[in-house]
């Protein structure tokens, strides 16, 4: 598809990039969207942190990182309970399912970088990871 929009053009190749890791981690039972917010929770035994907090560490809408958490508690990969600091809040920390899933996943995740490496080159993909992180 050919388009002048830098907004289309990145949508596109998010939306293939995407298709790349998903697939990928399919065998370990979760997306990469999962994947980017189970590696930004802390480990079981650790310090909860809220939902806004993770939105903020991923850079997401609350509303989202909540829609998406919901799903995560429901696969027993995050456990949701209320914050000690404000009970207003909720407190997510992994499971130690999660922690076997991630285990899993990673050489997953990792064979899906390499194919996106294989695409675009290694230089190629590092130039791509700088100039998107730039804006």
């Known amino acids: 598809m050919e ?3 830098y907004c289309t053009s990145l949508r596109v190749a998010a939306r293939r990039a995407s298709a790349v890791y998903d697939r990928a981690l ?6 990469v969207a999962q994947w980017g917010l189970l590696r930004r929770l802390p480990l079981p035994g650790s310090e909860p942190i809220t939902i806004q ?9 609350r509303s989202t990182v909540a829609r998406n ?3 995560l508690v429901k696969l027993g990969l995050v456990e ?3 914050s000690s600091v404000d009970r207003r809040a909720s407190a997510l920390v992994l499971t130690e399912k999660a922690v076997a899933v991630s285990a899993n996943a990673l050489p997953l995740w990792e064979s899906a970088q390499a194919e996106i490496e294989e695409l675009l080159t290694a230089d190629s993909a590092a130039d791509l990871r700088r100039l998107a992180l730039s804006i």
């Open 3 to 5: 388009t002048d929009c």
């Open 26 to 31: 399919e065998p370990a039972g979760i997306n």
């Open 53 to 61: 907090e993770l939105a903020e560490r991923a850079e997401l809408e």
């Open 69 to 71: 958490v919901r799903v």
């Open 80 to 82: 949701m309970t209320t």
